[in-house]
């Protein structure tokens, strides 16, 4: 009770950008209907990440890049580094 769900893995370590969440319309609602029934909460979502940079000004020189293309960038920190 009162547990925080694990992060969702990284897919590369470095800096990265988020650049969209999207809902997964295939088998993941298949799946997330059959856990709704047993009364399993449960959420679906696809990641785009942009990445990784060797630095933190690369990471963020292309999510002005992003932003440019009208595309908002959330900056993900390498493991162990404070913002």
Not at 3 to 17: K, V
Not at 48 to 58: A, D, I, L, N, T
Not at 75 to 83: D, E, S, T
């Amino acid at each position: 009770m009162g547990q925080t769900p694990p992060a969702p893995p990284r897919l590369f370590t470095g800096y990265a950008l988020q650049a969209g969440v999207f809902a997964d319309p295939r088998r993941a609602e298949e799946l997330h209907a059959r856990l709704t029934l047993e009364g399993i909460p449960s959420t679906i979502e696809a990641r785009v990440q942009v990445g990784p940079f060797k630095s933190r000004e690369e990471a963020e020189a292309t999510r002005m890049k992003l932003k440019a293309m009208g595309i908002d960038a959330v900056m993900l920190m390498p493991k162990g580094v404070k913002h």
